[in-house]
């Protein structure tokens, strides 16, 4: 049994996810009450004492900065007030694909970001599916990777296709497709792509033969779509019978919606770890990631090996 109360709190831009977390924990989410100036600038107060008690704060941290300055000011304040524990759950981890130095006199966001996060307070951190694995090296706190593959390998299986594969739409994502594709029983191809500036492909090539294949597209997140798309279009001709893509977080952003609505695509499944705008195209479908935060949550708290969510 767990030796202190837990106390639930959420930013305003994650409160949706943050409601269904909270249901399926058992416990309803806090109140915090906030003063806003004409300025811009705001301050989260937390309205209900949580001294001694741990406490989980649940926001993700996609742009605009606000929601991660408002995450760390809740981490601020729950310290003030003498909580005994602070574990932040952060269903996206914005910055992340801020993970090295990769051109001169460039910053590494994502580890700022953790540097922040602890400077502020937090003891704990729960994420799920980070750009980058090696992003949990740099907090000298304990950090939950979750990852997302319990949720979708689940919803492939329900689909019932033959002659399945699972594709990866660059290099860096093969690990994850052929960890995928073992679950499942089914065959791995790659599509390699070459880029000269963020967010454009210039040309993208296949490693693997899809012929009258069902063919599912796994990332790690989706933003303008213009990888994904490309990607299905390359498949398609290629002989594929179907193509889904599936990706943890649904950032979508610029003609995203749009570039899915006139793909090749068949299907597009994200979770709900960002807000996702659906009903602008009728192929994206939203997988609740809220009961995964909520086991793990609940395990964190009641000091239960979490080991058996680490599906992938």
């Known amino acids: 049994m767990a030796d202190q109360l837990s106390y639930l709190f959420c930013t305003r831009t994650s409160r949706d996810l943050a409601e269904k977390i909270a249901q399926n924990y058992g416990k309803e989410l806090g109140k915090i009450n906030f003063q806003e100036f004409s300025d811009g600038e705001f301050e989260p107060v937390l309205d209900e004492s949580v001294r001694g008690g741990r406490v989980f704060l649940i926001g993700s941290t996609f742009p605009p900065a606000d929601n991660l300055l408002e995450l760390l000011l809740m981490i601020d304040a729950a310290k003030r007030a003498s909580a005994k524990s602070i574990t932040v759950v952060i269903p996206y981890f914005g910055l992340a694909r801020q993970d090295r130095k990769d051109k001169p006199r460039a910053p590494i966001g994502a580890k700022l970001v953790a540097n922040l996060l602890t400077a502020a307070g937090a003891t704990r951190v729960m994420t799920m599916d980070l750009h980058a694995d090696q992003i949990q090296g740099f907090f000298e706190i304990p950090v939950d990777h979750l990852y997302a593959s319990s949720i979708f390998v689940d919803y492939i299986r329900s689909l019932n296709l033959d002659s399945l594969t699972i594709a990866s739409p660059d290099m860096g994502g093969a690990k994850r497709a052929k960890n995928y594709a073992g679950h499942l029983g089914a065959e791995v191809v790659i599509a390699y792509k070459e880029r000269k500036k963020a967010n454009v492909v210039e040309e993208m090539f296949l490693i693997g033969d899809v012929t009258g294949k069902n063919v599912i597209l796994i990332d790690d997140m989706i933003d303008t779509a213009g990888t994904l798309c490309k990607a299905a279009d390359i498949l398609i001709e290629k002989g594929a019978k179907t193509v889904r893509a599936m990706a943890t977080h649904g950032v ?41 935060f909520a086991d793990v949550m609940t395990m964190v708290h009641e000091h239960k090996s979490i080991s058996s969510k680490f599906v992938i």
Do not use: H, M
């Open 252 to 292: 979508l952003s610029g003609k995203a919606y749009d570039n899915i609505e006139n793909s090749k695509l068949l299907e597009v499944i994200v979770t709900d770890s960002i807000p996702v705008k659906n009903n602008l195209s009728s192929k994206i479908k939203v997988l609740s990631c809220a009961p995964l």
